[in-house]
């Protein structure tokens, strides 16, 4: 595949990208790399990673547990003293190999430790292939708040494995869809009705359809790195679903969700509301409805679950003057940004997830 040229960094793939990553550390005068991983990815990402690298440069490892409820920065001080402890000075290296959590994680610290070092993003779930890693968001959530603390830094270079996908359960490739169904909808309805035939695809055509993801999501930040404008689209499903998996995080009794999944019952939901807000008719809904409601498992919400996850949008980093910003459809294809929707919409937008989970079982 081809070298998808971002901001200041390029995108990378398979053993071309280990060539080109192969080609930078020889060019450089990194002093020492330090390798973030979790358990789950020291256990099946790891080795063959190194196993492409080829270097002289000295290499550590730093594990973290897996998990958003780990993506904290009580993990950061964490992973602060372990580079504190290997001597790590400014002229190190980072690379993050894992999903959302490690390269989220792992950015910020890099960006923050003695006020900055190098990192390299080797994303090894479908979610962080086609969103967490691409675009310079890094950091980490405060209590069960979402991406509360961080700041927006690129990486020297992203690598995407899609050899690593193998070694992902089902339900973390549905997590990553959610993202690339995003991008559809925000963007290009082509693309759109191209993931609607998954089960029909193979392992090639799936590796087309997350590059195309990637390069959506690339000229959207290009156009806006600092989130003014139209970057602000890629937030479409996540004022909802953000409070969602924030409000499942926290509780005792709930499931908690995969960010994907949160993110699906949040596009049905900021999709009822672009039908009652912004124009989009009733037919586009009914298909956004259907196709996310195949795809993913119906989570119940109860009348007293729905005010509780309202408190949580008013944490949402999307705010501006205390009005809660959604991303709403006018189209599929077109998104617009900076909607306001009262309350008493948020509720009939759940009674219609909850009538169209009712349905699908039917």
Known sequence: MTTIQAASYDIVFNQSGYDALN?????SSYSKIFVIV???????CLAPFLGNLATE????????PH???NKTIETCSGVWDALAALDADRKGLVINVGGGVV?????????????GMDFINIPTSLLSMVDASVGGKTGV???TLKNLIGVINNPQMVLIDGGFLATLPPEELRSGLAEMYKHGLIADKSYWNKLKNLSEMTTDDLSQLIYESIIIKNEIVLQDPREQSIRKTLNYG??????IESYCLASDTRKTLLHGEAIAIGMILESY???????????????ITTTLNDMYEEVAFAKADIEPIIEYLKHDKKNTNGNINFVLLESIGSAVIDKQAPNELIYKAFDHYLESTQQATL
């Open 23 to 27: 080609v930078l550390l020889l060019q």
């Open 38 to 44: 979790d358990d789950h990815t020291h256990e099946d």
């Open 57 to 64: 440069i000295p290499i550590e490892v730093i594990e973290i």
């Open 67 to 69: 998990g958003e409820i």
């Open 103 to 115: 390269t989220d994680l792992g950015g910020f610290v890099a960006s923050t430790f003695k006020r």
């Open 141 to 143: 959530d405060l209590g």
């Open 238 to 243: 996540h004022t909802l679903g953000h409070a």
């Open 273 to 287: 509301l672009s039908v009652e807000l912004t124009g989009l008719n009733k037919d586009a809904l009914d298909d």
